[in-house]
């Protein structure tokens, strides 16, 4: 390994003095015009990473629902997974290093993770619509190269897509094949031998109007589409024609603003979702008759294909371990539609996609959406194998049920959320159970709840523990949110810091708007003045 050839090929790709970076959730994300050191960087660290593990990596260059002129990039485990911890650290320090100091840090990785040197690699890479993710990817590329890494570019794909490639490849074809054809024929012929069940219900012209957030969602659809048209009939807005990327559109956009998005033509109960820009998030809603947006984020979502897994698993008469796993921003009526009606075990982890990820494999399913429409459902090896296999051998009504349950299975990309999957797996659901929009929307009722932000000097000063439920620092907080949430019905709040600016993230939910709005605003005035608030003060809204 030439860490004297790195330095020189890092000199093309200099690192903006003074510049530090943290890899997150989300991988590294930022302004476009500031990543290239990092894409370089990251091309180095997909190596280290698959010659320790033996396996194909993946480096997906997106920003996700961010703004069109960002861009960022996360690299995927061997089994479709995000990146291990302690890599994450790795890529942090790596990211922030100097350029004198590169071939140290470097060489301290691969002493730390006794990575050797002599071992075979190999990368494969995809990248978002984004104007800056070409130049990007090769930046990438450079870094693996430069290492002596093998890599195959698979251009333009959604993120999950990536996951599915590299989960592919590393399982020795079990999985699937790991190509754009070999995605798009596993989730079809899913789809399409789940939904034959459906005919039973009547509408044999099932539609829904997608809006693909102006990103690279609307290019795979339209690769998928002729696959499926005969049982869902998909109709795409925002497809990039025209509009930017995430700009008054896509997922984000409609759960944050709880409007429809723009370029969306809606009639009354028509179904219509929405992605991200990279299309691991999806959530649902119409217009009622009278012209009112009702939105169907991730609590609903998990809500009826935990139900309709329970079914088939009663059905099929197997007593598997199942859990639901959402965040504290899980609207409080849906925990308690899972938890006291469904009778479904509900566990609550931190924000952000990884932590629910690794709580629901401890199950033999675990289902697990955040509210904002990311998420999936998990199934261990041992649960597919036997599935598919009482598919086989079961007769009458249970054959059926186990029959479905495997299509199912086969229809989910255990990545870590796919906006596509999880499209096909709701949509036949629907068909199945001859449920309409507001049917759905009627399982329970949401309890109005409001989120806010409130600016900090240093979002360190507030700690929390019980999966960001409660504030252990500042002092005072908790206490002070406790009494505020006693005066309202049906309520609770709870605050948290960012993960990447200087604010603090306000949450609150009452039996009523206008008390939930009121407890949102009370809570961030005490926060302002606990947390070391700057710029304006908190102002009302109701």
């Keep these: 390994m030439d860490l004297e050839a790195v330095s020189k090929r890092s000199a093309f790709h200099a690192k903006p003095q003074g510049l530090i970076l943290q890899y997150g959730t989300a991988g590294f994300r930022t302004n476009a015009q500031h990543l290239d050191h990092i894409m370089f960087r990251m091309g180095l660290l997909a190596v280290l990473r698959s010659k320790q593990t033996k396996s194909t990596i993946g480096v997906m260059v997106t920003a996700s629902h961010n703004p069109e002129e960002d861009n960022g990039v996360k690299l995927i485990d061997p089994l479709g997974e995000m990146l291990a911890p302690t890599w994450e650290e790795h890529a942090t320090c790596l990211a922030s290093a100097e350029e004198q100091d590169m071939p140290r840090v470097l060489t301290a990785i691969m ?10 690699a190999f990368v494969v890479i995809g990248k978002d619509t984004r104007p800056s993710s070409e130049k990007l990817s090769q930046s990438v590329i450079d870094g693996v190269t430069v290492l002596g890494g093998q890599f195959h ?7 999950p897509q990536l996951h599915y490639m590299v989960y592919c490849r590393n399982s020795g074809g079990r999985y699937g094949k790991a190509t754009i054809e070999g995605y798009c024929q596993k989730l079809s012929k899913a789809f399409v031998e789940l939904t034959k069940q459906a005919s039973c219900s009547g509408d044999e012209n099932r539609s829904v109007k997608v809006d693909c957030a102006n990103g690279i969602g609307a290019l795979k659809l339209k690769e998928m589409e002729h696959y499926f048209s005969q049982g869902l009939l998909v109709q795409l807005f925002n497809d990039g ?21 723009q370029g969306m033509e809606m009639k009354s109960d028509e179904r219509c979702c929405s992605f991200d820009g990279d299309a691991d998030r999806i959530v649902y809603y119409y217009r009622d008759a009278d012209g009112h947006f009702h939105l169907i984020d991730g609590d609903k979502i998990a809500t009826l294909i935990s139900s309709f897994l329970k079914d088939l698993l009663l059905e099929i008469g197997e007593s598997l371990n199942m859990g639901v796993v959402q965040t504290a921003y899980a609207n409080g009526s849906s925990t308690r ?58 007769q009458d009504e249970k054959g059926k049920a186990a029959k479905m349950l495997a299509s199912i299975i086969d229809l989910f990309n255990q990545a870590t ?45 507030i700690s929390t523990t019980n999966a960001e439920r409660q504030a ?61 608030g700057i710029g304006e003060k908190p102002q009302p809204s109701f």
């Design 153 to 159: 570019d698979y251009g333009l794909l959604t993120t």
């Design 417 to 461: 959320g796919d906006a596509i999957s999880d499209m096909l797996v709701i949509e036949a659901i629907l068909a199945l159970k001859g449920l309409t929009v507001q049917q759905w929307d009627a399982i329970y009722v949401d309890l109005p709840n409001r989120q806010l932000k409130v600016k900090v000097a240093d979002r360190r000063v």
């Design 241 to 261: 024609t025209e509009g930017r990327l995430n700009h008054l559109c896509g997922a984000d956009f409609v759960k944050s603003h709880q409007k429809p998005p």
């Design 472 to 532: 252990l620092t500042p002092p005072g907080l908790q206490e002070a949110i406790n009494d505020l949430v006693k005066k309202y019905k049906l309520a609770r709040a709870f605050v948290r810091p960012s993960g990447t600016e200087d604010i603090v993230r306000v949450y609150a939910e009452a039996d009523s708007q206008e008390s939930a709005d009121r407890l949102a605003y009370e809570v961030s005035l005490v926060v302002f003045q606990l947390a070391g």
């Design 111 to 120: 002493e730390k993770e006794a990575v050797d040197p002599q071992q075979a």
């Design 337 to 394: 539609y899972l938890e006291e009606v469904m009778k479904v075990p509900v566990y609550c982890t931190k924000t952000g996609v990884k932590h629910l990820h690794h709580k629901a494999q401890e199950f033999d399913i675990g289902v697990y959406f955040e509210a904002n429409g990311h998420g999936t459902a998990l199934f261990s090896e041992a649960v597919e194998v036997k599935i598919k296999r009482l598919a086989q051998e079961l």
